[in-house]
């Protein structure tokens, strides 16, 4: 596969998110407003400094109107962009583009969702496109598949597996509680999360993540200008999107073990930054903890755990704020939320704050590292698309 690299061609210059959660007083322009105005204050602009606008959104507004009217911007082109749960990191990788190209010197990605006023406990999704194989079946019942695939293959019992999901969940509320932006800013215990409410099969109410409104942003120009903005940019060491056949279900050879879309984006995501070893040269993770399991799967696609081992790295917290590789330490889309054209950004957002060393008391140790890794994913097992970037504070690549 073919994914030419942007590493060092293109640096982040400022971010901003606004807190996610219940906005029931606010609308989705407020939000967007609230989280452009706080980035371009981070380097010192007007909107008009700005060449080009992209905004992310899945269901709270249509057309690049939806950013240009509440913004109030005159002769700028502005596009609205839509990917699943990967919209917000697919406003992120135009505006890059945009600026790798040479059409734009200043970009801005924005991604903005506004989901509580629906009043649906989950997605409200637009139609889909179908041949009629899809399975009409909801978002939990889907992911609750992973576990008891993950264990008979690997030989796991489920009373272990459901310790490694409860873990998942712990571990993500206790860094969302250190979170003045995330949605849930509180500790649950061990014992409340393995006992919630039923969903979907093994899936209790505390296993997956949180519906809520937010937005947030990113300012990107070419890395030779960063410094003209600030003194600690972030450099885009990769950009990988792969979308799936959509085959899902109907492929027999599919266990729901593993995302395949997922192991596709991250070898070309490595290959673009330079890493070879991402569990000890990356920082920290974002990924996309949609559900307990999924972020359980996802340190195996990722190539953080081998094979049939990520469960017992979790339980022996190789991925908690002070582990071997600090993975969600923002909370993850589990207590920060998932306004779904927000959470991309938000997430490497969170990267900018940790290595700049800025996140407070979650900081993590391993920052030194300089490079984090966001992972997106939308859609369901076997039938989804997966977008990863790689973001580092030093020019070069990681293999140099």
Wanted: aromatic share 6%; charged share 20%; glycine share 10%.
């Amino acid at each position: 596969m073919a994914q030419h690299s942007l590493s060092d061609r293109v640096a982040i210059v400022s971010m901003s998110c606004t807190r996610f959660g219940e906005h029931f007083d606010r609308s989705a322009d407020e939000l967007a407003v609230e989280a452009v105005t706080e980035v371009l204050k981070g380097a010192n602009l007007s909107a008009d400094d700005v060449d080009a606008y992209w905004l992310g959104t899945y269901l709270s507004g249509i057309s690049g109107m939806a950013l240009s009217r509440p913004l109030r911007l005159t002769g700028k082109p502005v596009t609205r962009v839509e990917n699943m749960c990967a919209t917000g990191s697919e406003a992120l990788r135009a505006a890059v583009y945009a600026v790798a190209s040479g059409a734009v010197d200043v970009a801005m990605a924005v991604g903005v969702e506004k989901l509580k006023d629906t009043g649906y406990s989950g997605l409200v999704s637009p139609r889909v496109q179908d041949d009629g194989t899809r399975v009409n079946t909801s978002a939990p019942a889907n992911f609750s598949l992973l576990a008891p695939a993950y264990q008979k293959r690997h030989g796991v019992t489920a009373e272990d597996f459901r310790e490694a999901m409860t873990h998942v969940a712990w571990k993500n509320h206790a860094n969302g509680a250190l979170n003045p932006r995330a949605q849930f800013r509180k500790e649950i215990s061990k014992e409340a999360i393995a006992r919630s409410p039923a969903v979907a099969g093994v899936l209790g109410v505390l296993d997956c993540s949180g519906v809520a409104d937010g937005a947030a942003a990113a300012l990107v120009v070419r890395a030779e200008d960063a410094h003209l903005y600030t003194d600690r940019p972030l450099y885009i060491k990769a950009l990988s999107l792969v979308t799936g056949s959509g085959s899902g279900a109907a492929d027999e050879e599919y266990d729901y073990t593993s995302f395949p879309e997922v192991v596709s984006c991250a070898q070309g995501a490595y290959e673009q930054a330079g890493i070879t070893d991402p569990r000890r040269e990356l920082a920290l993770a974002e990924v996309h903890d949609c559900f307990t399991p999924t972020e359980i799967v996802l340190m195996e696609d990722l190539g953080f755990a081998e094979r049939g081992t990520a469960w017992q790295s979790v339980l022996d917290g190789r991925f908690d704020r002070d582990g071997d590789l600090p993975v969600n330490p923002d909370g993850g889309l589990k207590s920060f939320g998932h306004p779904v054209g927000a959470s991309g950004l938000r997430m490497i957002y969170e990267c900018w704050l940790q290595l700049r060393g800025e996140a407070g008391e979650r900081q993590v140790a391993t920052a030194d590292r300089g490079l984090a890794l966001t992972q997106n994913l939308g859609g369901a097992p076997g039938d989804c698309v997966c977008f990863i970037c790689v973001v580092g504070t030093r020019l070069g690549r990681a293999d140099a």
